[in-house]
């Protein structure tokens, strides 16, 4: 303990400047406590690294100072999960599309190009590339034996990824290059990618599938030309969700990838707030945020470190500036507070903690979570992930109504954010959850900056310490947010689901 303490007021000392001044003495502390689990020291928080080690040191420290019981595992705050990880790597990892005319143009690895890791992956693909729209079943002629490209369709109603790929493997392709949708503008592709890296839970089964790819809209187009057909037109047409036309590329994609394999372990960390009621005392509230980030990546404007200021170090703050604020004194029900691993990697933590509860943190009667909050603006509209689900929902508008607050369900349903976050395993297994967005509306300074945000500092190097905050906003998220907590915790009753929500459990 006494090196971790260490560990931590060396940290503190390096930690980045409070707000300006006037910002409330509780959201500065939470904005420094940011800025100690973003700093380059944590290198980015990567699940199976030793700077994710080193914040979760940090937050079970703070838990434990602020007067929290641990919850993990043999009595101590963490509960460990070992992953096995493969990644393809840059240094003997080549692609290049060759024409019919023998001319060759080379795609950048992880700047234009990228590839899903399995194991089993190919080492070597050499085939023609065709064009086959959104890859429907009906769209599948002539791919037996070669690399099918689809266009990436995002919305409601198209074809997914999953039917994409089903459609390519029943038709015989031995591999699917899917290329960007443009226009889904609400979260636009981005490049360079940090890496091409599956993470999975040690010893889990593992599924083999064709070789999937990623192609950015650019890279497609200059292929399209060379062919001679219009990839601009055709991609404005999938964006549009209009009919396009197949073609074939009249190209080979010869690639040749390179891997490398490894086992980590990465710890969930785990406390209690204990509770005050003992007819309650199996009915915990869960209080989750993520605190792995992406770590090392390819750098963006000369910088490779994924800090993760906003995604997700400030809401483990805000659990530390929660359990801070209570200094040891309970609500009715028990109250756990978990900062997990893996979320980037497809929400390993969240998931193993709904399916393998400890003693102090057994499964919940209702799930709080933080994740996908920007504070880039004032706070007039709190967009709420499963509201219309559960009983939760009116105690949000029962408390954010006489804040001034508007309250509104996911208006972008299509971006799936209801499933992207560490509350969606404990919906699957029954448990009312929430977790929210600032929202704004369109065309304003608000969506402006959201949009800004997504489209430069989202999962890069830029979410660090530079972001512009809105510090009103964060003290007003804070009191909201301890609020519903309170409320939640203290009630006579837990949540219960709704009788008309598609998500509630079936008998």
């Not at 015989?172 to 609400?186: E, L, R």
């Not at 977790?435 to 500092?457: I, K, P």
Request: hydrophobic content about 40%.
């Amino acid at each position: 303990m006494r090196m971790i303490l260490a560990l931590c007021a060396a940290l503190t000392l390096g930690a980045c400047a409070a707000g300006p001044t006037g910002t409330d003495p509780e959201t500065a502390a939470w904005w420094r406590t940011t800025g100690v689990l973003a700093a380059d020291d944590m290198e980015g928080r990567d699940t199976g690294s030793a700077g994710y080690d080193r914040a979760a040191a940090y937050v079970a420290q703070r838990f434990a100072a602020a007067g929290l019981t641990p919850a993990g595992e043999g009595g101590g705050f963490f509960q460990r999960l070992t992953f096995d990880e493969i990644e393809v790597v840059p240094d003997g990892t080549t692609l290049s599309v060759v024409h019919a005319d023998g001319a060759t143009r080379p795609l950048r690895f992880l700047h234009e190009v990228s590839v899903t890791p399995t194991w089993g992956l190919v080492e070597r693909l050499d085939a023609p590339l065709v064009f086959r729209g959104y890859c429907t079943p009906s769209d599948m002629t002539g791919v037996r034996d070669a690399i099918v490209v689809c266009f990436g369709a995002r919305r409601a109603g198209q074809t997914t990824g999953g039917e994409r790929l089903r459609a390519a493997t029943e038709a015989g392709a031995v591999a699917i290059v899917t290329v960007d949708d443009m226009g889904f503008t609400v979260e636009p592709p981005r490049w360079p990618l940090a890496y091409a890296r599956s993470v999975v839970l040690a010893d889990s089964p593992r599924s083999r599938a064709l070789p999937s790819l990623r192609l950015s809209a650019p890279a497609f187009v200059a292929m399209a030309q060379a062919a001679g057909h219009d990839g601009a037109a055709t991609l404005a047409q999938g964006a549009r969700g209009e009919a396009m036309a197949s073609f074939d590329l009249d190209a080979r994609l010869q690639a040749r990838f390179a891997t490398r394999e490894r086992r980590s372990t990465s710890d969930n960390v785990l406390a209690v707030l204990p509770g005050t009621d003992p007819a309650l005392a199996d009915q915990p509230v869960l209080l989750i945020a993520h605190l792995d980030g992406y770590g090392y990546g390819t750098p963006v404007d000369g910088d490779g470190l994924y800090n993760g200021a906003l995604d997700d170090a400030a809401y483990v703050a805000t659990l530390i500036t929660l359990a801070e604020r209570r200094q040891g004194r309970g609500h009715r029900r028990p109250v756990v507070f978990a900062a997990v691993t893996g979320e980037e990697k497809g929400l390993h933590g969240s998931r193993w903690l709904a399916t393998h509860p400890t003693p102090n943190a057994p499964m919940p009667v209702a799930v709080l979570n933080l994740d996908q909050l920007r504070p880039l603006y004032p706070l007039t509209i709190l967009t709420t992930l499963a509201l219309e689900d559960s009983t939760l929902g009116q105690t949000v508008r029962d408390i954010a109504g006489p804040m001034g607050i508007e309250v509104r369900p996911d208006l972008e349903p299509e971006r799936g954010l209801l499933r992207r976050s560490d509350h969606w395993p404990f919906m699957e297994r029954g448990v009312p959850a929430l977790s929210f967005l600032f929202g704004f509306d369109a065309g304003t300074e608000a969506e402006a900056r959201y949009r800004d945000w997504y489209r430069h500092r989202y999962h890069a190097p830029q979410d660090d310490m530079t972001t512009p905050i809105d510090f009103q906003a964060q003290t007003d998220f804070h009191r909201f947010w301890f609020t519903l907590v309170k409320r939640v915790a203290d009630a006579d009753a837990p949540p219960q689901w709704l009788a008309e929500s598609p998500l509630r459990p079936r008998d």
